[in-house]
Structure formats: structure tokens, C-alpha cells
């Protein structure tokens, strides 16, 4: 009888085991993952719950997605008021070969012969020109464009099921030679109030550490620390946060590369359904925290604000000036290089205050 029973529930508890392991969150199985923070919906038409296109704003087709929110007048004068003192920081790090780099990315610059071309004519004019070997819009202070992140819907292998922003699949934007739609070429030109919010700062930290979520706890906390915590967000406001992770730029590349402190899906739903963000910024090289506590997101904070939402992404600014100088608000100007169907752009962001 004690064997028999011994039997019975040993069976029990394997049948239990594969129940909980059918019914767990994994890549195989995201039909499971319902009710985790980044799905939305009652229905797991997508790992992201329910089908986020048309976009409820902007519409069916748009290929702008937050940037559209600088096309209105009114977003972009509240920006302006904000440059009333004259100073301007330049928010862009340096590029060069040495600066850290995600997974194997590469920088590589050549100035073919030096001078590269003349001289020509009596006045012997000769000239430089270079040849850059990089992934242009994914590299240094980047800028994530609306056709990096995407999700995978359907069947592995699937382009008709690989949707990316407003529904956009695979199988229609994707090109060896560029996307056909929602490249970098289609965003607006930002200007933008910039709110920073120095979260290091709030902590009593120079730098948070790798994994540290940031949470809506901690924005009210610097909210308050830096004399704003009745300030008002509207719409098309572009939020940075700074980590103290900059600190390590150039210093300590492999640390840089390792992980990051970052804003948690709690944050990025106040971003995106609260506020209404414009852009997000951010001092780490995703803006999201890496590694996430939940072992079943994979940088699932960008594909709830890019693929979801559209909201665009900088990344790798530096703000430590503004910190310095304590400039909370501002105005952040910039345009993303037009590189027809290019994932994102390089470049420097401007903040006047």
C-alpha cells in the first residue's frame, strides 16, 4: 500500500511538472506568457498579446511614428520656451574605434591616401575624404529607428509573421539594400522639451548598478530632489535618464558592455500611455534595464515602446553636463540622418537651455 502510494504520487507530481512547465513563459510557448508586464490584450494573437496595429494615434500606414508628435506647433514652442539662457551641451559621445561597442559591432574609419584627391587647378585645392565601415545607426550615441525591433508572431522563419511598428512585416520592409518602409529616412526632425531626470542622483549614488530597475518610485524621488515634483509632462516630451553608467565610457568597456541600470516595464507604461513620450534618452546603451529580473524578457521594454508603440529611442547620450549644471529642463533638437532605410542614425543631440 505505502509502495502503491509512493507510485501514485510520484506520477502525480511528474504530471504536475509537465503541467507547470506546459504553462510556463519560454520562447517556445509565449502563448503563456499572458498577464506578464510587457503584454497587453486578453488575447495572445502576438508575444506581445494583442495585435498593436493600426496605430491609435498616428494611423494605419505611418512610418514616423513619435517623431510625428513634431510636426504640431504647439509641442514644438513649448520646446523653444525652454532655450531662454543661450547654452548649448552637445549630448553626443565622440565616435571612434574604441568606444564600446554592443556584441560585435564594429567602427572603422580609413582616409583613402592623405590627401585623398588634387591638386586640381592654379589654385591646387586638395582634399580628405573617408571611408566609415560601421553599423551606421546602431553604433556610438545611436538613435533606434521604427525598423530595429520587430517580434517574431508567427512560425519561425515566417516574414509574413516578423511584424515590427503598426504592423509592418518583414516580408514587406525587408530588403538587403535597406528597408522598404519605416527606415530612419522617414522620422521627423525632433524638437522636443527635454526633461532630465537624474535617478543616480535621487539614489545618492555616482553610478546605479548593472540590473537596477529604475521605477516610478524613483522618478517621483528625483522629481522631488531636483525641485520639480509637481512638474506637469504633456505629450511629445523627450525624458532622459541618467544612470552615472556614462562614467565607464571608453574606461571600462567590458563593464559598459555587461549590463546596465535602465527604466523597467512600470516606467516605460507611464512613458508611453501617461505621458505619451516623444523620445526616450538615456546615458546606457539601451535605455531599458539589462539584465531584466524577469529571465523571459528579452529587451522586452524596447519591443513594448519601438514595435507597440513607435516611440523612438536615444541612446548613449551624455548628459553628465546637464547633471553638473543642473539643467532639468530643456530643449533637445535632433535629426535623424536620412539614410533611406537605415534601422537608426548616428549623430549628436543638442540640448539649449
Known sequence: MHKAWVLVTAAIGVAVMGTAQSNACTPENWQACKGKPWVDGDTMETPLGSKWWPHPIWGAGDEAGSTNWYTKPEVVLRALREADKGKVYKLGQPYDSEMPLFGSRRFTLRIP?????????????????????????????????????????????????????????????????GLKKIGADKLKPIVARGVLLDIAGAKGVEMLDAGYEITMADVRL????????????????????????????????AKFNSGEPGYGMEV??????????????????AGEVVPNPDPACAFCVHTFLQTRHGIVNQENAKLDELVRDKVWVFAYIYSPAPVVGATGSMGAPIAID
Open 113 to 177: 591616401g592623405t590627401p585623398t584627391g588634387g591638386p586640381f587647378g592654379a589654385n591646387k585645392i586638395i582634399w580628405h575624404d573617408e571611408f566609415l565601415a560601421t553599423e551606421v545607426g546602431q553604433v556610438g550615441t545611436q538613435f533606434d529607428g521604427l525598423g530595429h525591433i520587430g517580434v517574431q508572431a508567427g512560425a519561425p522563419g515566417d516574414k509574413a509573421n516578423m511584424r515590427y511598428y503598426n504592423g509592418f512585416t518583414e516580408a514587406e520592409i525587408g530588403d538587403a539594400y
Open 222 to 253: 528625483a522629481l522631488e530632489k531636483q525641485g520639480m515634483k509637481d512638474f506637469k509632462f504633456a505629450e511629445g516630451d523627450a525624458i532622459a535618464f541618467y544612470t552615472g553608467w556614462s562614467k565607464l565610457w571608453k574606461k571600462d568597456n
Open 268 to 285: 516605460a507604461r507611464w512613458m508611453a500611455e501617461t505621458v505619451k513620450v516623444g523620445v526616450t534618452v538615456a546615458d546606457t546603451w
